[in-house]
């Protein structure tokens, strides 16, 4: 994807000479003769990318670099520097400037450092334009995105949080599926009444059925008075079984019948006590096949799923992942002004989180911690989102933030038949219709690794090669050096460069 970059240097010859190379990169280029014109620029148009040469006349690069980040904060700044030096380099970072390169600007170097600059200034507005979401009014209360997928569970939830029918929220742990709830009471006509929430998982078997039907004095040991339980507590209002999968399969008749017939029968008593309460229920767990696996009765299933409720794990939600750190980050930085790096931003994007917006917010309260100037960094990330590349596939996103590279979607989709393969790159290579030369060539070019092979083309040079490929020779008449691959005839003098081959642009 092309960006559109603002060319700075005070020699109109190398300004026409980086056009030239932009364009051919791909780019929307322009250029100016000074600092000063380049703010002037600013002023009126928009630009992904700066592009300016450090030792000019009027006003250098690292001055420009420093009135950049005054005028436009977040637009990188790629310095371009004759002097080579480490001290340069420092200095143009301190300054402010994203990245630099030496003179003569190679193509091969310029291209991924603006790719890494545009996508930089992307993410950028992206958060920018999150945050303002964030500070503005939301879908439900202290619920955060704006993805397709949530506004799916934002339409459902407006849709059925009016009526008094039994709602099922699945989704995988730490997916907020109790602010879903609590969004579903605080939008009903039981808003007023209590909101009572019970975790199944927590509660021990023997003690459940006292929690949700309450008890009677004497009804076991230390009964020593009469309990309402929480269906009663709940009268006027909601009450939410959370992890409702973990609910033990004797108790299960008797939640059954209190749905069916509205009323309770505390435990050790002859008497059943009316309620009225709307119940919502979450679980993580497949109640399908715990029904076909005869964990989970199948009239409960159908008396609570009256509506379902999908939630999305967090790796399906796109820049989600931005706006729920920006709340986050807002919530817990306790008075400072703290806000993603793009840098940061990036690393958050390709994460997974098989933990969810939990472990989301772990990593969050972390990088506050660590934080030490006004932006989180990737520094202050966890060592696994630091390092993780994802091997998701995503085919039909519907987030443009998803999309991504063939090469990309090549890679991802070799790491997942890997990983389900256990690591065998023999049958992996048969999966994937490849040899397992062409397999490990693959994975070492994805790993950043030349694949050293004896199919590999022998270096050129101008003087005739005095022996073989760079295989070792083996003894014995039957043993003669195998020839280049590439070789199709005798070696020569080199010929002229490809018509395509570029210069580095001076």
Known sequence: MGHRVLVVDDDPNMCQLLEVALRRLGHDPASVTSGSEALACLEDQDFDVIVTDIAM????????????AEVRPGLPVVVITGQGSMEAAVA???AGAYDFVTKPVDEKLLAPCLARAGQARVLQREVQRLRKEVGGSRQLEDVVGASSAMRRVYDLVGRVAPSDASVLIHGETGTGKELIARSIHSRSLRKDGPFVAI?????????????LFGHARGAFTDAKTSRAGLFVEANGGTLFLDEIGEMPLEVQPKLLRALQERKVRPVGSNAEVPFDARMVAATNRDLEAEVEDKRFREDLYYRINVVKIELPPLRERGTDVLAIAEYLLRRLAAGRSLSLSPQAAERLMAYDWPGNVRELENCMERAVALARFDQVTVEDLPEKVRTHRSDRLVVSAEDASELVT???LERRYIQRVLKMLGGNKSRAAQVLGLDR????RKLDRQNGRTHSSSSAPAPVSSAPPTSGPSSPPTSGPSSPPTPPAASASPPGPPGPAPADARAPVR
């Open 406 to 408: 063939l090469d990309e």
């Open 57 to 68: 006349a009027e006003m250098d690069g690292l001055e420009l670099c420093r009135r950049v």
């Open 437 to 440: 030369r062409t397999l490990y």
């Open 92 to 94: 143009a970072l301190r």
């Open 199 to 211: 975790n199944c998982a927590a509660v021990p078997a023997n003690l459940i059925e006292s929690e």
